[in-house]
């Protein structure tokens, strides 16, 4: 793939940010996807990249994009864009996201507003590429939207054993880049646990009950199970960890349920897509696994600790929640979507 | 209290180590225990306390046991203890306790060996003070055992509420202090999660079925309620924290739980024996507590987010590990032994 | 002292920040200064200080505070204090300050500006409480100002030793709460250096040389060494550490500097002043002492590592930075002020 | 090079240690290097390596030793290496080392003794490969010693402006991975600095005087410039930074020393050895930089902060102890002899 295909230009909304910085750090040597555009924040409009980032993520930053000039984020500023990508904060994202697509371009979208939209897919590829399915014969412009970091991990190894789980009680261990490079300070969380991640509980339950459902082309029907969430921040840089008990609908056993999580693939593997991981649920064998600092790939979550004691499933997630939850999951999008010749 | 009571002379073992250290520190200034023995590995004894000691806990080592030469673990050297409290690691602890038990000599111990021997106490002093009275009719010597130090810490919010508790399903995120002063390198835990530790997720189940169950003079009866744990370690230092779901047999009111948390007293509140915490479970309001940075108590639980969604009551618990979780509870059941005659 | 004595009523301006929550601390229970006023930022105006502030520092926030109403930085709200005491960050506080002082009001303040103003006496008490004097004989109001954390800090080991010194190398590895609760992002500082400070250096350098120096009327004679300072940032929470290379111009002995350092008394320790250390300089003998994590003392410095190679005696020193370095110091003066005369 | 070239067969002592495995990962795909045998302690001799090794820096351990057998450290064990390279910690190397010296083995080692042997070169390839001359001559198998982890990285920058040196002050903040992965326990470094480490001050003046002079055949004439060190240890986990203030012997410019920094190439530069740096000395121009966790490279050093104020030049330095300092200045030496034809 990739071979003579037509290439995707796209445009980032929120490129100096986080999950912006790792957007182009992903689509440097991009097969197919071409940056074409770079939006920031007023003040920044028309200086170049490289000289306004504070680059912090690993690596250094991409010759490629050093001398763009940042444009705004109007939508005079993307026509050369076949889909803007958005990376802007949650609080500020829907209007310029709105704005955009009523002027009838594309986007695909990390921040959380509208995810809920019944109108609106909400994709994590491997998970529920099939939803797209209902933008083939929309005519004009569409919306796609990015799962919650958190919910994009743990929707992964639910997919596989959606049938046997009656309800789920999930604990959330999650790092500070999940709340950006300053969302939270050093004296409030080193050292600490914070019990509480305003909003978050809530995306986790109603975002994997959507993901798991039928998307139709005006409403979805939801999965439908009970999800007790309980949302942690802890003293990590990077890599959520979840802590799921699955209350199991009917017998299973742990072998088993580790075969599923083996051999699930889904159409990004099938086709090979360049972000997609070759196995996108890593079961781990060592007993102490999976941790943060030691197993985080950056596109595949990975597994560990799976029991079965009476009827409840016991299994432990983590993923990279700037990649696989943010800026991966984005271009994998795109990706899907050209395969699939929706876009 | 205190004044004009007969005095309770104590030996310690395992006086050099985190819990010993700590032990040592909340016995300074005690109205009636007293230190007259200190024991330590064998290349240490004969050698003063305070030329030996690596002391890493706050505040600076007590004036008084500084001189004091280290004895050796063999029942002579404690003739003249009332009570041998154990702070041993768990691995070595029973061949030595059980040879002071031997002797004739009384011992309280925190190490795990035969906490679930059914006709020693397992004794959390609020939760479960009675399950001492077996011992009243005892002749000559006899053993008491603490809880594993979050089996401690979880057990105090239950007690209150454990007439409506069905099924448990409990996270917990583990301080390293837990581990001892070298349990865990830094290079291994440092910015990461570690989703096991060895041993705990059992007993965590086991003793507080023990606790919260009925101890008679030859068995127990265990609470009977299945535990469901994931226990994890966290980059903090000190302060085990616990998330706990509880599915509930009844319908009850997040406001009704938090009272009757508010509202509980046991034994050790009514005699006013020095080491108990006045109020034994703190009920924050803060939305983002309890944080062991920021909430923790030496001897009291800390509670929050406590909320009830369908038959789901979710609380999350924090407190000490190395005082309610060891040092302390080893005190205050001294003292509360003390309280009811039976020492 | 404290008996019969006038009482010293203070208002404090920053009241909610670091600084200003430790002055209010070290308040609780004072002898003999009392607060009588709180100021806040003005949409705090007219709140609860207990309603208001995000209380961070260890230990419950005081009772006798939490009804206090919050008033204005104006100078008619503080007409009812001795004196005004200002932890107000650096890049705020002078358009407060001097419009007080204007007002005839006198100021302690902790804010670097005018810090160099040769009639404003920079005071670290044990270190130069003489240069005071100069305002016995002030008619009107006066202001004085308070060093630097780092400063005040490396200048108490400097004091007794200033005769032997000809030229200073210093490195400081400073803590994250010298930068305020939320001065510094987890993911900027946990496991970095960063060897860089804003304005630090110069500070360090010119603010020692003129407490060493001799205060007059209208201007100051600076000691006149030169010091050479790089100043980094390290990932702990509390407590400034400093290694100092001082090249000394005559032959010394390291034991006779430790002894000196160890005798050292000023007039806060001879007059016994509430908030003085007994011993304002601790000379640890623990060859890996001093650690900000071990042996933090609030208001004494701690000193090891003291050797003497060819002219080059080596010492490293560490000191609270939220209470000698900065709510302490300035509570100190007053009580120095008070014992004076001056106030 | 490489191509054509004979091959180097290596063995490493030490294998499952954290330098051992850096060697490993760095040998993976090596041109002209090749390892024959992994050897480690007593107890894992003829188990493979992939069955032993607790596998703990970054990315997977490379497939093609998995199945390698381990082997003890008899020199018989050793007979198809060309060179042995030792990862041994220093307190175990020496007795294993000198018996394959004495065996006919060439041995390049990390380990500290015998460092200061006046016939042993003590080699940082840019730094003093012309050290390696002395063994053109010799007949018979020859032994060649790393320098400290932290001398390796600061000799670099020294280098180049080596003439304008008269004496140095030199502060450290290192990195933990620096006394190994079980070296230092996470509640003694985190949120702490220990201003001590044992024997390094030592070694960072006597090497780094070793290798900035001459090496003749059977002694050594230092450089001979006073260094005098204070090393602390700081809770980073990869990468040591100092601080250095030189004393200059003459008159310079701050911008002629960046000059001569970056210009600076050596033997491995010019013969574009496969593990030498491009740049060996990056000179980076924030006003924040270099910092250990944003700005670490493998091999070369990164330098910041460089200035002169009256005859004193300050700047800091960070590089990767592990490789740099560690396993790929090992490498990287073996590569040099290759080249000089001496291996």
Request: hydrophobic share 45%; proline share 7%.
């Amino acid at each position: 793939m990739g071979e003579g295909m037509d290439r995707v230009r796209v445009s980032i909304l929120g490129a100096t940010g986080l999950v912006g910085q790792w957007m182009i750090k992903l689509l440097a040597n991009h097969p197919f996807i071409e940056i074409v555009g770079l939006s920031a924040s007023p003040g920044k409009v028309g200086r170049k990249y490289g000289d306004v980032v504070h680059w912090f993520i690993p690596g250094d930053i991409p010759e490629y994009v050093k001398d763009m000039a940042l444009v705004s984020t109007d939508p005079a500023d993307h026509k050369a864009a076949d889909v803007v990508l958005s990376a802007l904060p949650n609080d500020v994202a829907w209007p310029t996201e709105s704005k955009l697509a009523n002027a009838g371009l594309n986007v695909v979208s990390n921040a959380s507003p509208e995810r809920m939209n019944p109108r609106i897919p909400l994709i994590n590829p491997e998970v529920n590429w099939e939803h797209l399915n209902i933008l083939r014969d929309l005519k004009g412009n569409w919306m796609v939207k990015n799962p919650n970091c958190t919910a994009a991990i743990i929707s992964m190894p639910l997919k596989p054993i959606q049938d046997l789980i009656g309800t789920l009680h999930i604990v959330t261990l999650q790092s500070v880049s999940g709340a950006g490079y300053l969302g939270l300070s050093y004296l409030a969380i080193d050292g600490n646990v914070i019990p509480f991640i305003k909003g978050e509980e809530e995306k986790i339950d109603i975002e994997i009950n959507k993901m798991l459902g039928k998307q139709l082309v005006d409403h979805y029907d939801p999965w439908g199970k009970p999800i007790y969430v309980t949302a942690t921040r802890v003293p990590v840089k990077y890599g959520h960890t979840a802590v799921i008990h699955a209350i199991l609908n009917r017998n299973a056993d742990a072998n088993q349920v580790i075969e599923r999580l083996r051999r699930f693939k889904s159409l990004p593997q099938e086709k090979e897509l360049p972000t997609a991981p070759r196995e996108p649920i890593k079961v781990l064998d060592r007993v102490d696994a999976p941790q943060p600092a030691r197993d985080l790939d950056p596109m595949a979550v990975s597994v560990g600790r799976v029991t079965i004691r009476d009827n409840v499933l016991r299994l432990v997630v983590i993923g990279d929640n700037l990649v696989r939850g943010a800026a991966g999951i984005t271009i994998l999008t795109i990706e899907t979507m050209k395969t699939l010749g929706i876009l």
